[in-house]
């Protein structure tokens, strides 16, 4: 158990949906990382806040955002959700904002889209 | 465009032998990871590198800065470690910035 919880563990929807995925980093780490996993493209690296403050973006689409909470808990929302947007989506949590920091990774959460 | 390459693909073996897995990345970087990802889905991070060699008990990684070349060593294997192994590193792009991830070894261990 790495301690970084991530719900909802499994989640249905149908294309044009909205769907909100939450993640609670380990206690102390102030760095949230969220990833995408699909069968075509692999792990992609979508977004990150450190502390608050979205610190890098990597291929995250415009109909996704983010945000990191005063309690660190972190939300990516999914919108106008497409056939392609199935994949599992996992979020990491490390101490410090650089990637030179080990980073814990939640179970994730698979989003299927018909 | 910065990759990540990873070799082999696939690796079916027999328990007890002695496994390596071979990364390579094309410019600078500051920091490597090993990740192990079972066939539930869990991500587990193995190492950290930025230099040198990491030992966890039949785990060993290793990294070559200046060949841009990292290698994850399995001892006296055992089915257990069956599982996709990955790779990624960081491209620096000013700051702080997210991983780049090879594509995953999958290591079969046969009884």
């Known amino acids: 158990d790495s301690g970084v919880t991530q719900t909802p563990k499994h989640l249905i929807t149908a294309t044009g949906q909205r769907v909100t995925l939450r993640c609670s980093p380990r206690?102390?780490?102030?760095?949230v990382y969220w990833y995408q996993q699909s069968l075509d493209q692999g792990l992609q690296f979508l977004i990150q806040?450190?502390?608050?403050?979205?610190?890098a973006k990597g291929n995250i689409l415009e109909r996704f955002s983010a945000q990191q909470f005063p309690d660190l808990h972190s939300e990516l929302n999914l919108s106008s959700l497409e056939l392609g947007d199935s994949a599992l989506y996992f979020c990491?949590?490390?101490?410090?904002?650089?990637?030179?920091?080990?980073?814990?990774f939640g179970p994730g959460t698979r989003l299927t889209v018909t | 465009k910065n990759e990540v390459e990873q070799s082999p693909q696939n690796l079916t073996a027999q328990e007890g032998e002695f496994i390596t897995i071979n990364c390579s990345y094309s410019?600078?970087?500051?920091?490597l990871h090993w990740l192990q990802q079972h066939p539930g889905g869990g991500i587990v991070s193995l190492f950290m590198?930025?230099?040198g060699k990491k030992k966890h008990g039949r785990l060993i990684a290793t990294i070559n800065i200046q060949e841009k070349h990292s290698s994850l060593h399995i001892t006296a294997s055992h089915p257990r470690d069956s599982a996709v192994y990955i790779c990624?590193?960081?491209?620096?792009?000013?700051?702080?910035?997210?991983?780049?991830f090879g594509k995953g070894t999958h290591l079969i261990i046969q009884p």
């Open positions: 590198l930025s230099s």
């Open positions: 410019v600078g970087i500051s920091a």
């Open positions: 206690s102390g780490d102030l760095s």
């Open positions: 806040y450190y502390n608050g403050e979205e610190r």
């Open positions: 990624a590193v960081n491209y620096p792009r000013g700051g702080a910035d997210g991983l780049t």
């Open positions: 990491a949590s490390s101490v410090g904002g650089r990637v030179d920091y080990e980073q814990y």
